[in-house]
């Protein structure tokens, strides 16, 4: 079986190179062989590894909600064996169920649980051992799994869901970004737990939704293979990553850069380009990836990319090719 911690952590530092930040320097300070990393070789981290890369990346990113923000970004597909069990599940609940059973592929820290009840379903992170769970290291996991369960929900549902209820075993800061990120506002409780209504616990997944998702990163290696390392391409290969929910605004991408929307604007000035020409650009790649699989409706790409009428992608289309995507398809 893949080594799922190793997967967890190249996808880890991947982001951080996202972040336009040094994963050579990050590795060396956490006692990372770097050069294996590069070479995708399969690494044994120990607990000070982990411990380490996290507190070295909040430190070196100046961002206390690294965790979070990385949870956000991240697509279920990217993780392997643990998407395949998704693919194969009928309903959410199904699906839930199969992963609690896996989370110790990924860390030994907490335990995943589901409790269900008449009207509401919980997500709740046990740590797996005695531990402080206000520990950084701990803390920064256990907020990387609360995002990534949410937005991944999304994902498999083609639909944004919000939580009746987030808590985390402390006060958190930055409510706000909290509250962004979760879609709920953060309460003090005794553990990690999201809440759901019981509603979402027999929706059912729609198979071609992953399938989606695989497509989309592929296509961002493809890019990333041949993309320098500029701000703009970081920009597009993240609202690429994160497209099967529409195009993503650009307060929300700055948020999850840790910038301002003025700083995100003045960083992609400098480089000839605006958010609104990149976010155009990636739903161009998309509809003519999208099209060419013959697997989607022309409807279903254009709700895909954002578009609340068939017409307003059809001129969109003609103006990117012009044709209509009817000629295309």
């Given amino acids: 079986m893949e080594n799922q911690q190793n997967r967890f952590m190249l996808s880890l530092l991947a982001y951080y190179a996202q972040r336009d930040l040094d994963v050579k320097k990050l ?18 981290f120990s607990p000070k590894n982990w411990n380490d890369i996290w507190l070295n990346a909040v430190k070196n990113s ?13 697509q279920l597909a990217a993780l392997g064996v643990v998407g395949e069990i998704i693919k194969t599940s009928n309903t959410i609940g199904h699906a839930l169920t199969q992963v609690t059973a896996l989370t110790h592929l990924i860390t030994d820290l907490f335990i995943m649980k589901v409790n269900t009840e008449t009207d509401v379903f919980s997500i709740i992170f046990h740590p797996a051992k005695k531990v402080d769970q206000t520990d950084p290291a701990y803390r920064q996991t256990a907020e990387f799994f609360m995002a990534f369960t949410i937005h991944e929900l999304d ?4 639909n944004k869901i919000k939580p009746q209820r987030v808590t985390f075993p402390y006060e958190t800061i930055s ?28 929706e059912t997944i729609i198979t071609g939704n992953y399938s989606m998702q695989a497509t989309l990163l592929h296509h961002v290696s493809e890019s990333s293979d041949t ?10 290969n993240y609202l690429l990553t994160k497209s099967y929910l529409g195009i993503a605004s650009i307060k929300d ?58 017409s307003a992608f059809t001129r969109a289309f003609k103006r990117w090719t012009g044709s209509s995507p009817t000629s295309y398809y």
């Fill in 27 to 44: 590795c060396n300070l956490s006692g990372i062989d770097f050069k294996s990393v590069r070479e995708n070789k399969t690494l044994n």
């Fill in 62 to 74: 100046k961002d206390a909600l690294f965790g979070l923000h990385f949870g956000e970004s991240m």
């Fill in 155 to 158: 994902g498999l549902l083609l």
């Fill in 175 to 202: 409510n706000q970004e909290y509250e962004r990120v979760l879609r709920c506002k953060p309460q003090e409780g005794t553990s990690y737990c999201i809440q759901f209504n019981k509603s979402y616990w027999d």
């Fill in 227 to 236: 993309a320098s390392d500029k701000f703009k391409m970081m920009v597009y």
């Fill in 253 to 310: 991408v700055a948020a999850n850069f840790n910038l301002s929307v003025r700083t995100m604007q003045r960083k992609l000035g400098e480089e000839d380009t605006s958010f609104q020409s990149i976010a155009d650009q990636v739903r161009k790649q998309l509809a003519l990836k999208y099209l060419k699989s013959g697997e989607h409706q022309i409807k279903e790409i254009s709700y895909i990319l954002g578009y609340n009428e068939l």
